[in-house]
Nanobody, 122 residues
Framework: QVQLVESGGGLVQAGGSLRLSCAASGRTFSSYYKAWFRQAPGKEREFVAGISWSGGRTSYADSVKGRFTISRDNAKNTVYLQMNSLKPEDTAVYYC???????????????WGQGTQVTVSS
């Protein structure tokens, strides 16, 4: 039983863009704080961006500020991550996560999607 499903990953050249989507099954997590994490080979899973249930509060990792934008459409139970000016160091598996409260640590999240691969070539 999968509650969160990511999509939109793929292969893109440096400087390109991708838009990731995270769809919640039903409306179970519609009011939850949503976040994107990523994990590259040999590295720990890191916080990328987060958004409150209303969409009025957002948070970004310093490494993606000015390039990535997180948004959500509660009517569609979907959160998005628009990624622009992609760099090879953005290559990772990207995960969507949900939590009842605001959080930026992966250990605080119990609900995760399966992940979607993003590969940025030089």
């Amino acid at each position: 039983q999968v509650q969160l499903v990511e999509s939109g990953g793929g292969l893109v050249q440096a400087g390109g863009s991708l838009r990731l989507s995270c769809a919640a099954s039903g409306r179970t997590f519609s009011s939850y704080y949503k976040a994107w994490f990523r994990q590259a080979p040999g590295k720990e899973r890191e916080f990328v961006a987060g958004i409150s249930w209303s969409g009025g509060r957002t948070s970004y990792a310093d490494s993606v500020k000015g390039r990535f934008t997180i948004s959500r459409d509660n009517a569609k139970n979907t959160v998005y991550l628009q990624m622009n000016s992609l760099k090879p160091e953005d290559t990772a598996v990207y995960y969507c996560a949900a939590n009842p409260n605001i959080a930026t640590r992966s250990s605080e999240y119990d609900y995760w999607g399966q992940g979607t691969q993003v590969t940025v070539s030089s």
